[in-house]
């Protein structure tokens, strides 16, 4: 963490940070993107047992780079949902393209 001497300072490393951290969340968002093609069907996307493996990831990661995990659980908990919705409007687009009935949730 660099060293500030100002809030000015403060607030630019912050969008600093959040530059990169949209870029690292749309690379992500790629890879959201061709997961979808993978998984037959709803309960496959939504995967509860994942999610629960990848919250729990980042908790440990959170606490060894000195994060709260529980703000860490809190946000991912939200981008992990947030794609979820992404990759069921996917998936029921392509199964629908491919000339099957999906059931919305």
Do not use: W
């Amino acid at each position: 963490m660099k060293s500030c001497g100002s809030i000015e300072e403060v607030r630019a490393n912050i969008d600093r940070l959040d530059r990169q951290i949209v870029a690292l969340l749309c690379e992500r968002h790629l890879y959201v993107n061709k997961a979808a093609a993978f998984k037959k069907d709803a309960d496959a996307v939504k995967a509860p047992q994942r999610v629960e493996q990848l919250i729990a990831k980042i908790r440990t990661t959170a606490a060894e780079h000195g994060g709260d995990p529980d703000i860490m659980e809190q946000i991912y908990r939200g981008i992990v949902s947030a794609f979820i919705e992404h990759e069921l409007r996917l998936h029921r687009e392509m199964t629908n393209e491919k000339g099957t009935q999906s059931v919305p949730d």
